[in-house]
Protein backbone atom coordinates (compact mmCIF):
# COMPACT_ATOMS: atom_id res chain seq x y z
CA UNK A 1 0.00 0.00 0.00
CA UNK A 2 1.38 3.45 -0.73
CA UNK A 3 2.21 5.06 2.06
CA UNK A 4 2.82 9.41 2.11
CA UNK A 5 6.32 8.59 3.12
CA UNK A 6 6.97 5.87 0.21
CA UNK A 7 5.58 8.56 -1.97
CA UNK A 8 7.17 10.97 -0.82
CA UNK A 9 10.69 9.12 -1.26
CA UNK A 10 9.65 8.00 -4.71
CA UNK A 11 9.53 11.91 -5.73
CA UNK A 12 12.71 12.63 -3.90
CA UNK A 13 14.43 9.84 -6.01
CA UNK A 14 12.37 10.88 -9.25
CA UNK A 15 13.70 14.71 -8.47
CA UNK A 16 17.25 13.62 -7.39
CA UNK A 17 18.15 10.31 -9.37
CA UNK A 18 15.69 10.22 -12.32
CA UNK A 19 16.84 13.91 -13.57
CA UNK A 20 19.96 12.40 -13.49
CA UNK A 21 19.38 9.35 -15.40
CA UNK A 22 17.54 11.56 -18.20
CA UNK A 23 19.85 13.94 -18.41
CA UNK A 24 22.71 10.86 -18.79
CA UNK A 25 20.20 9.43 -21.39
CA UNK A 26 19.83 12.93 -23.56
CA UNK A 27 23.64 13.30 -23.85
CA UNK A 28 23.84 9.49 -24.69
CA UNK A 29 21.35 10.31 -27.85
CA UNK A 30 23.20 13.63 -29.01
CA UNK A 31 26.28 11.98 -28.76
CA UNK A 32 25.27 8.74 -30.46
CA UNK A 33 24.15 11.33 -33.08
CA UNK A 34 27.29 13.16 -33.39
CA UNK A 35 28.55 9.34 -34.08
CA UNK A 36 26.59 9.12 -37.21
CA UNK A 37 27.54 12.93 -38.33
CA UNK A 38 31.23 12.61 -37.83
CA UNK A 39 31.41 9.01 -39.55
CA UNK A 40 29.60 11.14 -42.96
CA UNK A 41 31.98 13.61 -42.61
CA UNK A 42 34.69 11.22 -42.33
CA UNK A 43 33.34 9.05 -45.30
CA UNK A 44 33.68 12.39 -47.49
CA UNK A 45 37.36 13.12 -45.86
CA UNK A 46 38.29 9.31 -46.91
CA UNK A 47 36.63 9.58 -50.81
CA UNK A 48 39.52 12.38 -51.24
CA UNK A 49 37.21 14.33 -54.12
CA UNK A 50 36.72 10.51 -56.08
CA UNK A 51 33.22 9.11 -57.01
CA UNK A 52 34.33 5.71 -58.19
CA UNK A 53 32.73 2.23 -56.90
CA UNK A 54 36.05 0.89 -55.25
CA UNK A 55 36.58 4.34 -53.48
CA UNK A 56 33.08 4.40 -52.13
CA UNK A 57 33.15 1.32 -50.71
CA UNK A 58 36.44 1.77 -49.15
CA UNK A 59 35.62 5.16 -47.50
CA UNK A 60 32.03 3.48 -46.32
CA UNK A 61 34.19 0.51 -44.87
CA UNK A 62 35.83 3.11 -42.73
CA UNK A 63 33.38 5.23 -41.70
CA UNK A 64 31.27 2.64 -40.51
CA UNK A 65 33.64 0.63 -38.41
CA UNK A 66 34.77 4.58 -36.91
CA UNK A 67 30.97 4.45 -36.20
CA UNK A 68 30.78 1.21 -34.42
CA UNK A 69 33.58 1.72 -32.23
CA UNK A 70 32.52 5.27 -31.44
CA UNK A 71 29.30 4.05 -30.70
CA UNK A 72 31.04 0.95 -28.69
CA UNK A 73 32.91 3.23 -26.43
CA UNK A 74 30.33 5.93 -26.14
CA UNK A 75 27.46 2.96 -24.88
CA UNK A 76 30.13 1.78 -22.56
CA UNK A 77 30.88 5.47 -20.55
CA UNK A 78 26.80 5.68 -20.60
CA UNK A 79 26.31 2.07 -18.95
CA UNK A 80 29.17 2.86 -16.27
CA UNK A 81 28.18 6.47 -15.84
CA UNK A 82 23.77 5.20 -15.18
CA UNK A 83 25.38 2.15 -12.70
CA UNK A 84 27.50 5.01 -10.72
CA UNK A 85 23.88 7.57 -10.59
CA UNK A 86 22.26 4.44 -9.38
CA UNK A 87 24.94 4.07 -6.56
CA UNK A 88 25.86 0.45 -7.78
CA UNK A 89 29.16 -0.82 -7.26
CA UNK A 90 31.20 -0.70 -10.69
CA UNK A 91 34.45 -1.70 -9.78
CA UNK A 92 33.97 -5.68 -9.04
CA UNK A 93 32.25 -5.47 -12.93
CA UNK A 94 35.02 -3.36 -13.99
CA UNK A 95 37.42 -6.20 -12.72
CA UNK A 96 35.21 -9.20 -14.06
CA UNK A 97 35.13 -7.43 -17.16
CA UNK A 98 38.98 -6.48 -16.90
CA UNK A 99 39.71 -10.31 -16.41
CA UNK A 100 37.79 -11.38 -19.26
CA UNK A 101 38.82 -9.13 -21.61
CA UNK A 102 42.26 -10.33 -20.95
CA UNK A 103 41.31 -13.49 -21.62
CA UNK A 104 39.42 -12.77 -24.40
CA UNK A 105 42.37 -10.83 -25.58
CA UNK A 106 45.11 -13.38 -25.57
CA UNK A 107 42.53 -15.93 -27.23
CA UNK A 108 41.82 -13.52 -30.73
CA UNK A 109 45.24 -11.67 -30.70
CA UNK A 110 45.76 -12.81 -34.07
CA UNK A 111 42.27 -11.98 -35.17
CA UNK A 112 42.79 -8.32 -33.47
CA UNK A 113 45.87 -8.32 -35.39
CA UNK A 114 44.27 -9.15 -38.95
CA UNK A 115 41.59 -6.47 -38.08
CA UNK A 116 44.09 -3.62 -37.06
CA UNK A 117 46.00 -4.32 -40.05
CA UNK A 118 42.66 -4.46 -42.15
CA UNK A 119 41.82 -1.10 -41.15
CA UNK A 120 45.03 0.16 -42.01
CA UNK A 121 45.41 -1.29 -45.33
CA UNK A 122 41.52 0.33 -45.82
CA UNK A 123 42.57 3.77 -44.37
CA UNK A 124 46.07 3.70 -46.44
CA UNK A 125 44.35 2.42 -49.79
CA UNK A 126 46.90 0.51 -50.87
CA UNK A 127 45.01 -2.50 -51.84
CA UNK A 128 41.61 -1.87 -54.12
CA UNK A 129 39.39 -4.50 -55.81
CA UNK A 130 41.19 -5.19 -59.56
CA UNK A 131 44.65 -4.55 -58.36
CA UNK A 132 47.20 -6.76 -59.46
CA UNK A 133 49.22 -7.38 -55.69
CA UNK A 134 52.14 -9.48 -54.36
CA UNK A 135 51.72 -9.96 -50.59
CA UNK A 136 52.68 -12.91 -48.11
CA UNK A 137 53.88 -14.66 -50.81
CA UNK A 138 51.72 -14.88 -53.13
CA UNK A 139 50.01 -13.13 -56.12
CA UNK A 140 47.22 -12.51 -58.35
CA UNK A 141 44.33 -10.26 -58.85
CA UNK A 142 42.71 -9.07 -56.15
CA UNK A 143 39.10 -10.17 -55.89
CA UNK A 144 37.94 -8.99 -52.22
CA UNK A 145 39.43 -7.03 -49.28
CA UNK A 146 37.86 -6.80 -46.14
CA UNK A 147 39.33 -5.96 -42.38
CA UNK A 148 39.97 -9.68 -42.04
CA UNK A 149 41.67 -10.92 -44.58
CA UNK A 150 42.29 -9.89 -48.64
CA UNK A 151 41.34 -12.57 -51.36
CA UNK A 152 43.42 -13.08 -54.54
CA UNK A 153 42.86 -14.97 -57.80
CA UNK A 154 46.13 -15.80 -59.33
CA UNK A 155 46.55 -16.68 -63.07
CA UNK A 156 45.45 -19.92 -63.51
CA UNK A 157 42.44 -19.49 -61.32
CA UNK A 158 43.37 -20.82 -57.55
CA UNK A 159 41.56 -18.39 -55.51
CA UNK A 160 44.27 -17.08 -52.07
CA UNK A 161 42.64 -16.25 -49.07
CA UNK A 162 45.06 -14.07 -46.71
CA UNK A 163 44.78 -13.24 -43.29
CA UNK A 164 45.63 -9.20 -42.76
CA UNK A 165 47.89 -10.47 -39.95
CA UNK A 166 50.17 -12.21 -42.35
CA UNK A 167 50.60 -8.77 -44.31
CA UNK A 168 53.97 -7.34 -43.50
CA UNK A 169 54.68 -5.11 -47.34
CA UNK A 170 52.35 -5.10 -50.05
CA UNK A 171 53.34 -4.81 -53.78
CA UNK A 172 50.99 -3.24 -56.09
CA UNK A 173 51.47 -4.20 -59.44
CA UNK A 174 48.71 -1.78 -61.01
CA UNK A 175 48.64 1.37 -58.68
CA UNK A 176 48.02 4.91 -61.37
CA UNK A 177 50.59 2.85 -64.16
CA UNK A 178 52.58 0.32 -64.88
CA UNK A 179 55.77 -0.90 -66.16
CA UNK A 180 57.42 -3.18 -68.22
CA UNK A 181 60.71 -4.08 -68.18
CA UNK A 182 62.91 -5.58 -71.56
CA UNK A 183 65.71 -7.25 -71.53
CA UNK A 184 66.94 -7.71 -75.43
CA UNK A 185 69.86 -10.08 -75.91
CA UNK A 186 71.52 -10.01 -79.50
CA UNK A 187 74.69 -11.32 -81.05
CA UNK A 188 77.84 -9.91 -80.72
CA UNK A 189 78.39 -9.54 -83.92
CA UNK A 190 75.54 -6.95 -84.16
CA UNK A 191 75.61 -2.99 -84.17
CA UNK A 192 73.60 -2.33 -81.12
CA UNK A 193 72.70 0.86 -81.98
CA UNK A 194 70.74 -0.28 -84.96
CA UNK A 195 69.06 -2.59 -83.01
CA UNK A 196 67.92 0.06 -80.75
CA UNK A 197 66.63 1.67 -83.74
CA UNK A 198 64.67 -1.25 -84.44
CA UNK A 199 63.26 -1.35 -81.14
CA UNK A 200 61.97 2.22 -81.21
CA UNK A 201 60.75 1.86 -84.52
CA UNK A 202 58.68 -0.88 -83.77
CA UNK A 203 57.67 0.63 -80.45
CA UNK A 204 56.81 4.26 -83.00
CA UNK A 205 54.48 1.50 -85.01
CA UNK A 206 52.26 0.17 -82.10
CA UNK A 207 51.84 3.84 -80.70
CA UNK A 208 50.48 4.75 -84.02
CA UNK A 209 47.68 2.06 -84.01
CA UNK A 210 44.58 3.38 -81.99
CA UNK A 211 44.16 -0.11 -79.85
CA UNK A 212 47.66 0.52 -78.42
CA UNK A 213 47.55 3.76 -78.58
CA UNK A 214 45.52 4.07 -75.75
CA UNK A 215 47.03 1.31 -73.85
CA UNK A 216 50.54 2.74 -74.18
CA UNK A 217 51.34 6.38 -71.96
CA UNK A 218 54.86 7.18 -73.04
CA UNK A 219 57.37 6.14 -75.52
CA UNK A 220 59.66 3.41 -74.96
CA UNK A 221 62.34 4.08 -72.91
CA UNK A 222 65.15 2.43 -73.88
CA UNK A 223 68.27 2.54 -71.33
CA UNK A 224 71.02 1.23 -73.48
CA UNK A 225 73.33 -1.40 -73.05
CA UNK A 226 72.88 -3.30 -70.09
CA UNK A 227 75.01 -6.37 -69.58
CA UNK A 228 77.25 -9.07 -71.20
CA UNK A 229 76.83 -12.29 -71.17
CA UNK A 230 77.66 -15.49 -72.48
CA UNK A 231 76.36 -15.68 -75.88
CA UNK A 232 74.75 -12.24 -76.06
CA UNK A 233 75.19 -8.14 -75.12
CA UNK A 234 71.71 -7.05 -73.72
CA UNK A 235 69.49 -4.34 -73.81
CA UNK A 236 67.22 -3.18 -71.45
CA UNK A 237 64.15 -1.06 -71.88
CA UNK A 238 60.82 -0.06 -70.63
CA UNK A 239 57.50 0.37 -71.65
CA UNK A 240 54.75 2.46 -69.11
CA UNK A 241 51.32 1.47 -69.82
CA UNK A 242 47.88 1.82 -68.44
CA UNK A 243 47.33 0.35 -65.25
CA UNK A 244 47.29 -3.69 -65.66
CA UNK A 245 48.38 -3.70 -69.42
CA UNK A 246 51.72 -3.95 -68.99
CA UNK A 247 51.65 -7.73 -69.94
CA UNK A 248 49.59 -7.86 -73.16
CA UNK A 249 51.45 -4.98 -74.27
CA UNK A 250 54.46 -6.39 -73.55
CA UNK A 251 53.77 -10.03 -75.25
CA UNK A 252 52.64 -7.71 -79.00
CA UNK A 253 55.75 -5.59 -78.67
CA UNK A 254 58.09 -9.07 -78.45
CA UNK A 255 55.44 -10.75 -80.87
CA UNK A 256 56.34 -7.21 -83.37
CA UNK A 257 60.67 -7.26 -82.33
CA UNK A 258 60.91 -10.44 -83.36
CA UNK A 259 59.58 -10.53 -86.73
CA UNK A 260 61.44 -7.32 -87.49
CA UNK A 261 64.61 -8.87 -86.44
CA UNK A 262 63.55 -11.25 -88.80
CA UNK A 263 63.23 -8.82 -91.55
CA UNK A 264 66.04 -6.71 -90.97
CA UNK A 265 68.38 -10.00 -90.73
CA UNK A 266 69.54 -9.18 -86.83
CA UNK A 267 70.38 -12.62 -85.47
CA UNK A 268 68.92 -13.39 -81.99
CA UNK A 269 71.29 -15.22 -80.22
CA UNK A 270 71.63 -19.22 -79.01
CA UNK A 271 74.10 -20.77 -76.11
CA UNK A 272 77.38 -21.95 -78.56
CA UNK A 273 80.95 -22.82 -77.66
CA UNK A 274 84.43 -21.63 -78.84
CA UNK A 275 87.26 -24.37 -78.16
CA UNK A 276 90.46 -24.01 -77.85
CA UNK A 277 93.14 -26.89 -78.37
CA UNK A 278 95.50 -26.78 -75.22
CA UNK A 279 99.47 -27.37 -75.42
CA UNK A 280 101.85 -29.12 -73.50
CA UNK A 281 104.93 -27.58 -72.38
CA UNK A 282 106.89 -28.72 -75.44
CA UNK A 283 104.19 -27.02 -77.34
CA UNK A 284 102.73 -29.75 -78.52
CA UNK A 285 98.71 -30.53 -78.37
CA UNK A 286 97.27 -34.24 -78.45
CA UNK A 287 95.56 -34.97 -81.78
CA UNK A 288 92.03 -34.26 -82.15
CA UNK A 289 89.95 -36.09 -84.61
CA UNK A 290 87.60 -34.68 -86.57
CA UNK A 291 85.37 -36.26 -89.25
CA UNK A 292 82.87 -34.53 -91.44
CA UNK A 293 79.61 -36.50 -93.03
CA UNK A 294 77.80 -35.31 -95.59
CA UNK A 295 74.40 -36.04 -94.99
CA UNK A 296 72.94 -36.37 -98.49
CA UNK A 297 75.52 -39.05 -98.85
CA UNK A 298 74.93 -40.99 -95.25
CA UNK A 299 72.96 -43.88 -97.07
CA UNK A 300 75.87 -44.38 -99.82
Same mark, same amino acid.
Given at each position: ??????????????????????????????????? $??? =???????????????????????? =???? +??????????????????????????????????????? &???????????????? #???????????????? $? =????????????????????????? +??? #????? +?????????? &??? *?????????????????????????????????? /??????????? +?????? $??????? /? *??????????????????????? =? #??????????????AGKSAPLPIRIENPNQAGN
Open positions: MLTPEIIQKAIAWLIATGLKLLLIIVVILVLLRLC $RVL =SRRLEKVFLKGREDEESLKRARTL =SNLI +NQLLRVVVLVIAVMTILGALEIQIAPILATAGVAGLAVG &FAAQSLIKDVINGFFI #ILWDQIRVGDVVRVAG $R =SGAVEAVTLKMTVLRDFDGSVHYIP +NGL #IDAVT +NMTRDFSRFV &FDI *GVSYFEDVDRVMEVMKKVDQEMRAEPRWAELIMA /PLEILGLDRFE +NSAVVI $RARTTTR /P *GQQWQVAREFNRRLKMAFERQGI =S #IPFPHLTMFIGQDK
